[in-house]
C-alpha cells in the first residue's frame, strides 16, 4: 500500500496524481489517497502559508517555469490560473467526503477543474457540480463529518513528517514531491530507476553555474560531465560567489537554516538518497557552513580541479578556506599548488571570479547548480538532471517556460 497526501492547490501534486496509481499498479501496490490541507500542514511546522511570498522575483519567475516544465515532461495538460493560488478547503472536504473507491476521481476531477479548466473549486456551485457528478449529496463538503476528518487528516500527516505536498509513504518511507516518484519505484523494486533521454546533438556547450559552499552543487557537479559526455556536449565551468548573489537577490545566505525542523531532516536524508541514487560518496561536513572564495579561484584557474575540490569538502569533510587543504587537494592532483594559490590573489583572478557572479544575476540564476543551454534555458537543480538531460536530446517545453 502506497499512501499519497495531496490537496489540489498544489500543481506538484496534481502532476503526481497523473502517474502515482500507474507507478503502484506496475508493482502490483494499491494507493490510499490522503487528502490534507497543505496550508494546515504550513501552520504545524510554522512555514508560510504561500512560501512563493517570500521568494525574490528573480525565483518566482523561475519557479513558474518550472512548474510548466514538469507539466510538460509528464504530459499532463496544466495552465497557472492567475488567481492562483485559490483557496481549496472546501474542496478537499469533498475529497474527504467521497469514499475510498470514489476518492481518486473526485480528486481528478478537481484537479482537472483547478488547473485544466481554470476554474474555481472555492466556488459552491463548482463543487455542488462535480459532486453531482459523483452521486456525492449536495453540500458535502459542508458537514461537520468533512471539516472533522479533513482536520485529522492533516494532523496525521503533518505528524508523520509531511511539510508539503505531495507526499508519498511506502511503508515508513516518506518521499516528498512528483519529482521523487523514481525513488518510490525504487523503493517499491528494489531497482535503480534512472530514465534516460535520446542521445542529442554533439557540440553542445552547457554552462555550469557552481559554488562549492552547496551540497547540491556537488552533486549536480558529479553527474554534469557524466550526462554532457553521453550528448558529446561541452561544460564551461562558472564559479562565482552563491552569497553575494544570495545578497543581491535577498535569498538568505543559507537557505536550509530558515526551513522548518522536520523539512531540515527531510532534506539531509534527501540529500544521502540522491547520492546513493549516483553512486556518490557524501557526508555532511562540520565545517558548514564554509568560506569558498580561495576553492572558487584556484577552480577558475585550473578546473579540472573542480570535482577534486567538492569531494575534498562533501564527501571527507575538508574545510576549504584552508589554503593548506586547498594545496593538499592539488597536490593530489599532481598540480603544483603554489602558483595556482599565488593566482587566487592576482586581481584579474579575484574580477574574473566578480564577473562570473554579475552573469549569474544577469542570465537569471538563482542557486545552484545551475546549467545554462546553448539557447539560454537555464534548468536549476541537480535534481533536475534528468531534465537537462532531455534538453541536451532536443527536448523543450513550452515557449513561456523556456
Given at each position: ?34 487528502p ?80 485544466v ?9 463548482v ?11 449536495h ?15 492533516t ?52 554552462g ?5 559552499a552547496?551540497?547540491?552543487?556537488y ?5 554534469a ?28 545566505m ?7 525542523a ?68 592539488l ?72
Amino acid at each position: 500500500m502506497l499512501t499519497f497526501a495531496f490537496d489540489i492547490v498544489c500543481p506538484y501534486a496534481y502532476i503526481a496524481a497523473s502517474r502515482i496509481e500507474a507507478v503502484a499498479a506496475a508493482h502490483r501496490r494499491e494507493v490510499r489517497w490522503q487528502p490534507v490541507l497543505l496550508g494546515g500542514l504550513f501552520q504545524h511546522h510554522d512555514a508560510p502559508q504561500v512560501p512563493a511570498d517570500t521568494w525574490p522575483a528573480e525565483k518566482v519567475a523561475l519557479g513558474r517555469k518550472d512548474i510548466l516544465r514538469a507539466a510538460d515532461e509528464a504530459g499532463v495538460p496544466l495552465e497557472i490560473p492567475d488567481a492562483h493560488p485559490r483557496r481549496t478547503v472546501d474542496a478537499m472536504r469533498l475529497c474527504v467526503a467521497a469514499p475510498d473507491s470514489l476518492r481518486p476521481a473526485v480528486a481528478q476531477a478537481l484537479y482537472a477543474a483547478y488547473w485544466v479548466e481554470g476554474r474555481d473549486v472555492s466556488d459552491p456551485a463548482v463543487l455542488a457540480e462535480i459532486a453531482a457528478r459523483f452521486g456525492l449529496p449536495h453540500h458535502a463538503w459542508r458537514t461537520d463529518a468533512a471539516r472533522a476528518e479533513l482536520r485529522a487528516s492533516t494532523q496525521q500527516a503533518a505528524e508523520a513528517g509531511a511539510f508539503g505536498v505531495p507526499t508519498i509513504w511506502v511503508g515508513d518511507r516518506m518521499f516528498w514531491g512528483a519529482d521523487r516518484l523514481h525513488f518510490v519505484e525504487e523503493a517499491l523494486s528494489g531497482r535503480r530507476v534512472a530514465p534516460a533521454a535520446p542521445m542529442g546533438a554533439s557540440g553542445q556547450k552547457i554552462g555550469f553555474y557552481h559554488d562549492f559552499a552547496s551540497p547540491f552543487s556537488y552533486l549536480g557537479a558529479t553527474q554534469a560531465a557524466r550526462v554532457a559526455a553521453r550528448h558529446g556536449a561541452e561544460i564551461e565551468w562558472r564559479p562565482f560567489l552563491l552569497g553575494a548573489l544570495f545578497r543581491d537577490i535577498g535569498t538568505p545566505m543559507v537557505p536550509l537554516a530558515t526551513f522548518s525542523a522536520v523539512k531540515q531532516q527531510h532534506l539531509l536524508g534527501d540529500l544521502h538518497r540522491w547520492a546513493d541514487h549516483w553512486g556518490e560518496g557524501f557526508a555532511f561536513p562540520a565545517c558548514f557552513p564554509v568560506r569558498t572564495v580561495l576553492a572558487l579561484r584556484v577552480a577558475l584557474q585550473a578546473p579540472e580541479v573542480t570535482l577534486p575540490l567538492y569531494r575534498a569538502l562533501w564527501v571527507d569533510g575538508r574545510d576549504l578556506s584552508d589554503p593548506a587543504v586547498v594545496a593538499a587537494v592539488l597536490s593530489a592532483e599532481g598540480l603544483d599548488p603554489a602558483p595556482l594559490l599565488e593566482g587566487a590573489q592576482a586581481p584579474a583572478v579575484k574580477q574574473r571570479l566578480i564577473d562570473n557572479g554579475a552573469l549569474a544575476r544577469a542570465s537569471g540564476v538563482v542557486g545552484v547548480p545551475t546549467f545554462e543551454l546553448d539557447d539560454g534555458m537555464l534548468i536549476w537543480g541537480q535534481d533536475r538532471i534528468f531534465q537537462l538531460d532531455r534538453a541536451l536530446s532536443g527536448w523543450r517545453p513550452r515557449p513561456e517556460a523556456c
